[in-house]
Every structure is written in structure tokens, then in C-alpha cells.
């Protein structure tokens, strides 16, 4: 008979979280590459864009409140009449708007870790049951540490009414967690600025969607 083998039990292989090297591949300006022909980006409008111009900017925040400099963001949106560039958008009753394609991506800046978008600001939607959301626009965030990309919404302090009634803002039990997918309005240099911080963890976390 063979002797029973006393098994050998091996040590766990380091591991380690998505870095910035997601910053090659997606944003590779932002990296200091000159890699493609095209680069997506942060500005979504054109001169012919209809709508109200906006900048959104921020910060993301981790759990012990620290600013994150090296996250990537995406956003897509409807347009100024409340339509997504999308064939599966079925609202045919609204314009559609060719020069605007609704989807950008940003990086918060190493240095200060403020991320912006220049964009405009979205109108109504109609969603599938017939119900009528609050004009915001749909958030992807990625970080280390992230290794699965989590979902939020922008909606907009300027519009208490419809955020009331929206569906899914309304979802929300915890009447108090509603304001963390609000951006404050304010004007610089007469510019309209919506301010949305980002938080991972914590006391303020950020309302995230599972989608």
C-alpha cells in the first residue's frame, strides 16, 4: 500500500486591483499617449448641438474621505428634448438630434482629481411603463480598488418637482440618501456649473444602481 500523502498546501498569489494602467487603453491622453485617431472625450457637443450648455464637474471620494486622482468616468445622456441617440429609443415623438451622440468619458485630473464634462443638459424621459423621469444623465465609475464598474445618476438641484416624482429617484427608502445624486447649480464666469461629488464609502456614500 502507498503511504497517505500529507497535502501540501501553497500560499495565495499576491493579488492586486485594476490600476491606472486603464488609463493607456481608455484615456490614453490622460496618460500621455498619442495612440489613436480619435479619442473619446469629455466634450459631447458640437456648435450645432441644441440645448442648454453646461459643465459638470467633481470629485470621487474614498472611503476615509480622501480624493481619488486616477478614476474614469463615462456618462450618456438624452438630449435637450429628452432623447437618447439610440435606436432603442422608441420616443418618435420627440426630435431627434444627429450632432449630439449623448455619451462622453472623462479622468479626474491627477493633480487636483477634479473630473468635468461639457455637455448639455438633458430634458424628460419617458421610460418603457410609461412613467416620466426627471432630466439626468447616467454615471459609470471605475477605480482601483473598483473591480466592478458601479452605476449612478446626475440629477439636477433646479428641478425639486421633477426629482419629487421621478420613479426611481422615488425608490429610494432612505429619503435622506436622495441627495447624493442631486449636482448643485451655480454660474462661473457665466458659464452654468452642476457640481456632483462621487462617494465610494461611507457616511455620504453616493446612491449606486445595480443595472
Same mark, same amino acid.
Given at each position: 500500500?502507498?503511504? %497517505?500523502?500529507?497535502?501540501?498546501?501553497?500560499?495565495?498569489?499576491?493579488?492586486?486591483?485594476?490600476?491606472?494602467?486603464? !488609463?493607456?487603453?481608455?484615456?490614453?491622453?490622460?496618460?500621455?499617449?498619442?495612440?489613436?485617431?480619435?479619442?473619446?472625450?469629455?466634450?459631447?457637443?458640437?456648435?450645432?448641438?441644441?440645448?442648454?450648455? *453646461?459643465? *459638470?464637474?467633481?470629485?470621487?471620494?474614498?472611503?476615509?474621505?480622501?480624493? *481619488?486622482?486616477?478614476?474614469?468616468?463615462?456618462?450618456?445622456?438624452?438630449?435637450?428634448?429628452?432623447?437618447?441617440? !439610440?435606436?432603442?429609443?422608441?420616443?418618435?415623438?420627440?426630435?431627434?438630434?444627429?450632432?449630439?451622440?449623448?455619451?462622453?468619458?472623462?479622468?479626474?485630473?491627477?493633480?487636483?482629481? %477634479?473630473?468635468?464634462?461639457?455637455?448639455?443638459?438633458?430634458?424628460?424621459?419617458?421610460?418603457?411603463?410609461?412613467?416620466?423621469?426627471?432630466? !439626468?444623465?447616467? %454615471?459609470?465609475?471605475?477605480?482601483?480598488?473598483?473591480?466592478?464598474?458601479?452605476?449612478?445618476?446626475?440629477?439636477?438641484?433646479?428641478?425639486?418637482?421633477?426629482?419629487?416624482?421621478?420613479?426611481?429617484?422615488?425608490?429610494?427608502?432612505?429619503?435622506?440618501?436622495?441627495?447624493?445624486?442631486?449636482?448643485?447649480?451655480?454660474?462661473?464666469?457665466?458659464?452654468?456649473?452642476?457640481?456632483?461629488?462621487?462617494?465610494?464609502?461611507?457616511?455620504?456614500?453616493?446612491?449606486?444602481?445595480?443595472?
Amino acid at each position: 500500500m502507498n503511504p %497517505v500523502s500529507t497535502p501540501v498546501y501553497l500560499k495565495e498569489t499576491a493579488s492586486q486591483t485594476a490600476g491606472p494602467y486603464v !488609463h493607456i487603453g481608455l484615456a490614453p491622453k490622460q496618460a500621455g499617449f498619442d495612440i489613436f485617431e480619435n479619442n473619446f472625450g469629455n466634450v459631447l457637443t458640437s456648435p450645432e448641438t441644441k440645448g442648454e450648455r *453646461i459643465r *459638470i464637474e467633481g470629485r470621487v471620494f474614498d472611503g476615509s474621505g480622501a480624493i *481619488i486622482k486616477d478614476v474614469l468616468l463615462e456618462i450618456w445622456q438624452a438630449n435637450a428634448a429628452g432623447r437618447y441617440n !439610440h435606436p432603442a429609443d422608441k420616443q418618435e415623438d420627440k426630435p431627434l438630434d444627429k450632432s449630439f451622440r449623448g455619451w462622453g468619458r472623462a479622468c479626474t485630473d491627477f493633480d487636483s482629481g %477634479v473630473y468635468t464634462f461639457e455637455t448639455i443638459k438633458p430634458g424628460s424621459v419617458t421610460g418603457r411603463n410609461g412613467k416620466t423621469m426627471a432630466p !439626468h444623465i447616467n %454615471v459609470w465609475v471605475v477605480a482601483r480598488g473598483i473591480n466592478i464598474g458601479l452605476s449612478t445618476r446626475i440629477y439636477f438641484s433646479d428641478e425639486e418637482k421633477a426629482n419629487a416624482e421621478d420613479p426611481d429617484m422615488s425608490s429610494i427608502e432612505w429619503v435622506e440618501r436622495r441627495k447624493t445624486l442631486v449636482a448643485q447649480r451655480s454660474e462661473k464666469d457665466g458659464q452654468v456649473v452642476y457640481t456632483f461629488d462621487i462617494y465610494l464609502q461611507g457616511d455620504k456614500e453616493t446612491v449606486f444602481f445595480d443595472v
